[in-house]
């Protein structure tokens, strides 16, 4: 059994197990009047079902009692709270009176529902929470995590971590071995694993003989844009007044001589439209009156060329330095215009509240979702 006084290291803070959990329930039963009192119990026989549980916490009523069988672990994604319900599971099945609860620092929605199907309560040090027993019912939800790890960020978001994303995502289909995935992402070995145990940790994908593969790719895809602003590129603000079609038909012929036809993977693009101006081309649907275009040559020549004058308001053109040639991956000729693929212009339209989300949940219905 784990000592209850065992010491979890949370981004380098020491949290002492036995005070968090003190903190924990002394929050969550103080305004119960049913609840006479409540202690965890220590010195359990070493052959005893429950001394297998991470803790014990003893409930008292005024004609009964009941014991909270607690996992913890240091991490609350589902890979890491699937097997702590399979441990509570066999516990409690085999001790009466009896309720189990896994605990971590904090709980994703995703974990929360996995606890819920399995008949597990769960709380975190957030204050998130969901306790079923004796008449008694807990439930809150919407903590925010403030032991947000910066590392999985990092891991999952940065720009070469990225261009991972984007490839199992454009091919959601297929298997990848990891040297295959490192040469397709054009990356280090060291960042596809990194991404991988990250993906893995959110059971995002799942391993077979053939490689890795997408399990759940609408799940990390709302992820990556709850993390995700186009404002990560460097934006140009610019005003013509020539109409919208003018304006991509002059984008798209100033790079005609030095683009191809349109490899799906093609990694040394030098424009594409996205947003608005992409949808326009997946999905007609909802869009603005502005041109939105990744340029990766020196924009103000190229401006200057298209005679465009720089904003600070009112722009109709917008043209963006990628932060990472990674946006390119995917691209495809439309129409002849080059537009970013639909992954990438589902993630710069949902950094635009309102309509841009509109757009983007109309293509991801119509046009990412139909892919998977």
Same mark, same amino acid.
């Given at each position: 059994?784990l000592?209850?006084m065992?010491i979890?290291k ?5 949290v ?14 103080? &305004? ?11 010195? #359990? ?40 319900? $399979? ?28 606890c819920?199907e ?5 709380? /975190? ?10 008449g ?8 925010? @995590? ?11 978001? %940065? ?12 091919n ?8 295959? #995935? %490192?040469?397709?992402? @054009? ?13 893995l ?21 709302? /992820?990556?844009?709850? *993390? ?8 140009? &603000?610019?005003?013509?007044? *020539?109409n ?16 191809? @036809?349109?490899?799906?993977? $093609? ?26 275009a990744?340029?990766s040559? /020196? ?13 600070s308001?009112?722009? *109709?053109?917008i043209?963006?330095?990628?932060? &990472? /040639? ?8 439309? @129409? ?10 589902? #993630?710069? #339209? ?23």
């Amino acid at each position: 059994m784990l000592n209850i006084m065992t010491i979890m290291k949370l981004d380098n803070i020491e949290v002492e197990l036995r005070s968090k959990l003190t903190e924990i329930f002394s929050n969550l039963f103080s &305004d119960i009047s049913s609840i006479q009192g409540w202690e965890i119990l220590e010195n #359990l026989p070493v052959n005893a079902n429950i001394a297998r549980a991470d803790a014990v916490v003893e409930v008292r009523f005024k004609d009964s009692s009941i014991r909270l069988l607690i996992e913890v672990k240091s991490l609350g994604h589902p890979r890491q709270a699937r097997d702590a319900i $399979n441990q509570l599971q066999t516990i409690s099945s085999q001790e009466i009176r009896s309720y189990p609860i896994f605990i971590a620092p904090y709980i994703s929605p995703a974990t929360a529902e996995l606890c819920r199907e399995s008949g597990i309560g769960y709380a /975190d040090f957030a204050g998130n929470c969901r306790l079923t027993f004796n008449g008694i019912h807990i439930f809150r939800e919407g903590c925010s @995590n403030p032991y947000i790890s910066k590392r999985k960020l990092k891991s999952l978001y %940065q720009p070469a971590a990225s261009r991972v994303l984007r490839v199992l995502l454009i091919n959601s289909k297929k298997a990848w071995k990891v040297v295959d #995935l %490192q040469r397709e992402s @054009n990356v280090s070995i060291g960042t596809v694993s990194n991404v991988r145990n990250a993906l893995l940790d959110n059971e995002w994908i799942e391993e077979g003989v053939d490689g890795i593969q997408l399990r759940d790719p609408g799940s990390l895809l709302n /992820d990556w844009s709850n *993390n995700y602003s186009y404002r990560k590129n460097t934006i140009h &603000d610019f005003y013509s007044l *020539n109409n919208i079609t003018e304006i991509e038909n002059w984008i798209a012929s100033s790079f005609s001589a030095t683009m191809d @036809n349109g490899s799906k993977k $093609n990694r040394a693009a030098e424009y594409a439209f996205t947003a608005f101006s992409a949808a326009a081309r997946w999905a007609p649907s909802v869009r603005m009156n502005r041109v939105f275009a990744y340029i990766s040559k /020196d924009i103000e020549i190229f401006a200057e060329k298209l005679n465009l004058k720089h904003v600070s308001s009112g722009a *109709n053109v917008i043209l963006l330095k990628p932060y &990472d /040639d990674g946006v390119y991956y995917g691209s495809e000729m439309i @129409n002849g215009v080059r537009v970013v693929s639909p992954i990438q212009t589902y #993630l710069d #339209l949902m950094s635009f509240k309102g309509r841009g989300e509109e757009a983007a949940q109309h293509l991801l219905k119509n046009v990412i979702q139909q892919q998977w």
